[in-house]
């Protein structure tokens, strides 16, 4: 059982940057994937980024590519997720997740979910 809490969230002009992190409880953190991913008012939930356990890969979709950076420190029990040249398009509620296994993108497989920080972008 794993669970996760988000923040760092907040309000930001355009370019400006944030970073998100997400504490886990647990000894296991270690094993786990984590992504992050985020959901917009009226749209479906989004992939974002996601890490594997170990964090020597990392995966990111296109629209955050070159932008954004997951990243993890086991010991801390925490990953991170920092956003650089914040758009208005990036207002959501972002949210972490935990899976085992290998990371995805896919919504459905992730196990464990935390509670969601908003991140609002004006232009």
Not at 31 to 41: N, T, V
Request: aromatic residues 12%.
């Amino acid at each position: 059982q794993v669970q996760l809490v988000e923040s760092g969230g907040g309000l930001v002009q355009a370019g400006g940057s944030l970073r998100l992190s997400c504490a886990a409880s647990g000894r296991t953190f270690g094993s786990y994937a984590m992504g992050w991913f985020r959901q917009a008012p009226g749209r479906e939930r989004e992939f974002v980024a996601a890490i594997i356990w170990s964090g020597g890969s990392t995966y990111y979709a296109d629209s955050v590519k070159g932008r954004f950076t997951i990243s993890r420190d086991n010991a801390k029990n925490t990953a991170y997720l920092r956003m650089n040249s914040l758009k208005p398009e990036d207002t959501a509620l972002y949210y972490c997740a935990a899976k085992t296994g290998g990371p995805t993108g896919n919504v459905a497989l992730y196990d464990y979910w935390g509670q969601g920080t908003q991140v609002t972008v004006s232009s």
